[in-house]
C-alpha cells in the first residue's frame, strides 16, 4: 500500500461499509482514510501501530479509530491467516443535521473527538464484538440501529482506553513508502543494535533529516520507537513462556539487565517480574 489515504468502497445501497477482511486484503500497510473505522479482530495477532501507539492486537480486541488516524495491524508472523471485522463509516453518514440531536449528544462528542484511536476492555469489548457479528450479516435499517447501538454503548462507557491522539497532517505518497520502509527494517532488525546512521541509510537520509522526518510523522524519536518495540517483545516473552526474565532480557534486544529493567518500567510503570505475576493472576 503506498498511498496513505486508503478509498473505502461502500455499496450503493448502503451508508456505511462492513466487512470482513481476512489475508491477503487483511494486509494493509501504513495508511488513514476519511472515515472512522470501528474494527473487531478476529484470526492472527500482531503488533498494532495507531498513530505514535504501539502495541499488541489478538483476536477479541476492539478499537475504535476516528478519521485521518493512520494506523497498521502487522501480522506476528506473516505466514499466519490475519482477518478482522470491519465498519468504515463517515461522521454524517446520518446526514449532517443528525449530529445536532439532543438525544445523541453523547455520540457527538465521541465523534467529535478527531485524530482519536481508542481500544475496548473487558465487558465493552465483548459486547461491541457481538454486536459487530450481528450487523455484518444485518440488511435494512437494523444495520443502521445496530452501529448507533455501538455508539452509544462506546460513547458512555468507561470501559476504553486513549491509545493515540494523532496528528491531522496529510502525507504524500512519497513520504509514506518512506515510513513503510523504516517500519518494516525496523521489525527485522529491533533484536539487534541499530545505530541512526544505519536507519537513516536505508532512507537515504542525513541523520538530522531521518531524526526529524521520523519524529514530525511518528510524533516520538526513532530510539524510543525502537525502545517499545523491544519491551512488547519482552512482555510477549513473559507472558507467553516461563523462561527466565534475565533470559527474556537478552532476547528482547538487550545486553544490559539494568538497562532493561529501566525501560521496562518507563514503557509498563512495572518490573518485568511483576508484569509476569500480574498477567498470570
Partial sequence: MKTLIQKIYVEEHHSFACRTYTTPNFETAWHKHLECELILITEGNGTALIGDYIGEYQPGD???????????????????????????????????????????????????????????????????????????????????????????????????KVLTIASGTMNSKEENSVIETIIDYS?????????????AGVTRMSVPAFCRFFKRNIKKSYFDFIKELRIGQACKLLRETER??????????YNSWANFSKQFKVVTNTTPSQYRKQYKS
Fill in 62 to 160: 476492539v478499537f475504535l479509530l476516528n478519521p485521518n488516524v493512520p494506523h497498521w495491524f502487522r501480522k506476528s508472523n506473516v505466514k499466519t491467516i490475519g482477518s478482522a471485522i470491519v465498519i468504515h463509516f463517515l461522521t454524517d453518514f446520518m446526514g449532517a443535521g443528525f449530529l445536532s440531536l439532543p438525544e445523541i449528544k453523547n455520540v457527538t462528542r465521541l465523534l467529535a473527538d478527531k485524530n482519536t484511536g481508542i481500544q475496548f476492555r473487558a465487558g465493552l469489548a465483548k459486547e461491541i464484538a457481538l454486536l459487530i457479528k450481528q450487523l455484518e450479516y444485518a440488511q435494512g435499517i437494523e444495520r443502521v440501529l445496530l452501529l448507533l447501538n455501538c455508539l452509544q454503548k462506546i460513547s458512555v462507557s468507561t470501559e476504553q
Fill in 187 to 199: 521489525f527485522k532488525h529491533f533484536l539487534n543494535p541499530i545505530s541512526l546512521n544505519e536507519i
Fill in 244 to 253: 527466565p526474565v534475565l533470559e527474556i532480557c537478552y532476547s528482547s534486544g
